[in-house]
């Protein structure tokens, strides 16, 4: 994830720099936990594959409880408590308390649309650092890709609901074909409903997304989608308005994020270039971890293909710090040893070879990405190079 606000306030002095463990160290990840695979809804796009059924060997309500105690004991102080939609499962504010009290930063991860009257009080009562709720597109594109007629109105009324009760919200867009000529517009709505974040996640080739991939937004309309996220963002840093952008699942965002510093901000852009050089791009596997549903752990949401391991039958810290599987050593290295135009990308050390799952996608985990959107000169490629790559 590419902390967009915050690196821009940091150059705009307003704000410390954002802090980061060396680049591919072994540290306490932030876990991302699908506590349920049921949802509501049957999104295009969904990574899990979720429908609105029962899932078998999901972990009971004790079990849960004991992975919020093993995590803590790792080192984990971040959770982000997803689905299917998390909503429906009767323990989730135990669970959320529970974390709560061992001292963790607990966020919601929600579609909005069963956020209502008759729940918007436990809401608050949770206490939830963040609930983040998705929107891909004005009405008719929203519940066209959520497969749901009035969806969109329902999250809006979810989002709605949050901040009359002061609980700090953000919007969730997936990029695509479909929604992106209204981005403007669904930004236009974090003023509309006073919502402080905004989260643009680039479209992941996994469950039904990869299913979808032929909506993913071509190379111009990203570029068009970033700029303008940077510039909302720089706008609102001047402005004095108290909200945070950020993207996710194209780390190249970090080195066209880099390109417009050089235009709008020349006397900053080298001290950004050292800012995100000790970020060190994709953390798939190292900052970033997934539990799923039974149990099992991944390196990132969009890795249900490969498991690491199971809390059921390890303790996190085991299989996560200090017995890692082969494929988290090999994500771990810095820079990761990638094929293609990642193997003589410039600016390889930044974004640590993106996304490797859509590279996966398209036959060879250890090839280029075939989301990066930048040039070859951009790149520092004179020339464009033949795919080559390592098998795992």
């Given at each position: 994830m590419l902390r967009i606000s915050h690196y821009l306030r940091t150059l705009a002095g307003q704000s410390p720099?954002?802090?980061?463990?060396?680049?591919?160290?072994?540290?306490?990840?932030?876990?991302?936990?699908?506590?349920?695979?049921?949802?509501?809804?049957?999104?295009?796009?969904?990574?899990?594959?979720?429908?609105?059924?029962?899932f078998r060997d999901e972990l009971d309500t004790d079990e849960a409880l004991r992975v919020i105690d093993d995590l803590h004991d790792a080192g984990v102080r971040v959770l982000i408590l997803s689905g299917g939609e998390p909503l429906l499962r009767p323990d989730l504010f135990q669970l959320a308390d529970h974390a709560r009290t061992r001292g963790f930063f607990v966020a919601l991860s929600s579609n909005g649309t069963l956020i209502d009257e008759g729940n918007i009080e436990r809401i608050a009562a949770a206490r939830f650092d963040y609930v983040g709720i998705s929107l891909d597109g004005l009405e008719a594109v929203h519940d066209d890709w959520r497969q749901l007629k009035g969806s969109f109105a329902a999250s809006l009324r979810g989002v709605d609901l949050c901040r009359a009760h002061d609980i700090r919200v953000g919007l969730r867009t997936t990029l695509t074909r479909h929604n992106h000529p209204q981005l403007p517009a669904l930004l236009d709505l974090m003023r509309e409903h006073d919502v402080q974040k905004f989260y643009l996640s680039h479209l992941n080739y996994s469950g039904r997304?990869?299913?979808?991939?032929?909506?993913?937004?071509?190379?111009?309309?990203?570029?068009?989608?970033?700029?303008?996220?940077f510039d909302r963002a720089w706008e609102d840093i001047r402005a004095g308005h108290d909200s945070d952008f950020v993207s996710g699942n194209n780390d190249a965002d970090a080195v066209l994020l880099l390109h417009w510093a050089e235009r709008h901000l020349p006397e900053q852009r080298?001290?950004?270039?050292?800012?995100?050089?000790?970020?060190?791009?994709?953390?798939?596997?190292a900052g970033i971890a997934n539990i799923d549903n039974i149990g099992d752990v991944h390196p990132d949401t969009y890795w249900w293909q490969h498991r690491v391991g199971n809390v059921r039958r390890q303790s996190f810290r085991e299989l996560w710090l200090e017995r890692p599987d082969p494929l988290l050593q090999r994500l771990r290295q810095h820079p990761r040893a990638v094929g293609g135009r990642c193997a003589g990308c410039r600016w390889l050390a930044i974004c640590n070879g993106n996304t490797r799952t859509r590279a996966w996608a398209e036959g060879d985990l250890w090839a280029e990405d075939p989301g990066c959107y930048l040039s070859?000169?951009?790149?520092?490629?004179?020339?464009?190079?033949?795919?080559?790559?390592?098998?795992?």
């Open positions: 720099a954002p802090r980061s463990a060396p680049p591919g160290s072994t540290r306490p990840p932030v876990v991302i936990w699908n506590l349920l695979r049921r949802c509501n809804l049957t999104c295009r796009h969904c990574y899990a594959t979720s429908a609105d059924s029962t997304g990869k299913r979808s991939r032929g909506a993913d937004a071509h190379a111009r309309m990203t570029r068009e989608a970033m700029w303008l996220i080298d001290e950004l270039e050292r800012l995100l050089r000790a970020w060190g791009g994709n953390a798939s596997g070859d000169a951009e790149i520092g490629l004179s020339e464009p190079r033949r795919i080559h790559s390592v098998s795992l």
